[in-house]
């Protein structure tokens, strides 16, 4: 079966850390592109940040770049996402998805707030 699972989410205190990871089964994520969306409510889902097939290169947007960093490990077939300095307006359901059959997964929850 074909799936992405995120796991890691969960309340943090503005300026905290957090780790977010997307294990992916069925497939390699070394064949894809993994991207991380997250949607607010009331707003629509937007992109955070996109990591090519070699895993060497990422794309964040500017509201996240420069604290959020993204990584693969081939091992264990997950993507990771590390969210640093975090905001209260980083706070949004977080979704893995891959073009691998236009993956999703099922999302996770991240609030910042003290």
């Known amino acids: 079966e074909v799936q992405l699972v995120e796991s890691g989410g969960g309340l943090v205190q503005p300026g905290g850390s957090l780790r977010l990871s997307c294990t992916a089964s069925?497939?390699?994520?070394?064949?894809?592109?993994v991207q991380w969306f997250r949607q607010a409510p009331g707003q629509e889902r937007e992109m955070v940040a996109a990591?090519?097939?070699?895993?060497?290169?990422?794309y964040f947007i500017d509201s996240v770049k420069g604290r959020f960093t993204a990584s693969r490990n081939d091992d264990t077939n997950t993507m990771s996402l590390q969210m640093n300095r975090v905001r209260p307006e980083d706070t949004a359901i977080y979704y893995c998805?891959?073009?691998?059959?236009?993956?999703w997964g099922r999302g996770i929850q991240v609030t910042v707030s003290s």
């Open positions: 069925g497939f390699a994520l070394s064949d894809s592109v």
């Open positions: 998805y891959s073009n691998w059959r236009g993956t």
């Open positions: 990591t090519t097939e070699s895993g060497f290169s990422s």
